[in-house]
């Protein structure tokens, strides 16, 4: 069977009335580093009166990778003291779906946030070709951090953008 492509919205407006439908659970926000995912959080988070919580927060940022340098139980707890002040609580981070399956937690919405250039072209491709079953060769592999590194096996194993139940499309800095 194949696989169903996430609807795609470009409006912050859109995207709300979105989430709106969510009535208890995660709001998960997904993406590459530098997409927005934080931003647009936050505007959500004001928009509809409900706690926000970064990933980035629990990060020990001297290990040099990211997934396995969170303090998951310090974000166990603000989900749940989220959970406690809102029945809808936002997350966002890279990785963000191998971080919830290690907190076992689902979200009950996943947004994928995709930068693309003026043009129209995804910041990302290199990443969004992971999750055509396109491997990272030697060439580009010796570019890339160890976080890029990381993300990209992310994205091979999860295909976060093929499985998101929205992608959140950013133009240019907007």
């Known amino acids: 069977m194949p696989n169903k492509t996430p609807p795609e919205v470009t409006d912050v407006s859109d995207l709300e009335s979105l989430l709106r439908t969510v009535e208890h659970g995660l709001i998960a926000f997904d993406g590459c580093t530098s997409a927005g995912k934080t931003t647009l959080m936050n505007n959500l988070a004001r928009r509809l009166k409900c706690p926000a919580i970064d990933l980035d927060q629990y990060l020990d940022r001297q290990r040099g990778e990211f997934v ?6 310090a974000l166990t707890d603000a989900i749940e003291q989220g959970r406690q002040q809102s029945p809808v609580v936002l997350v966002s981070g890279v990785c963000m779906r ?21 043009t129209g072209i995804p910041s990302d491709l290199d990443f969004l070709d992971l999750e055509d079953g396109h ?13 890029d590194l990381e993300i990209a096996a992310y994205h091979e194993r999860y295909r976060p953008r093929r ?3 929205v992608v959140y499309v950013r133009t240019g800095e907007d």
Not at 98 to 118: C, G, H, P
Not at 136 to 142: I, K, P
């Open 68 to 73: 396995n340098a969170l303090r998951l139980p």
């Open 98 to 118: 191998e971080v919830l399956d290690r907190l076992q937690f689902t979200a009950a919405m996943n947004i994928y946030v995709q930068r693309n250039s003026r």
């Open 135 to 147: 491997q990272v060769d030697d060439t580009l592999a010796s570019l890339l951090s160890d976080l």
């Open 163 to 165: 499985n998101a139940d």
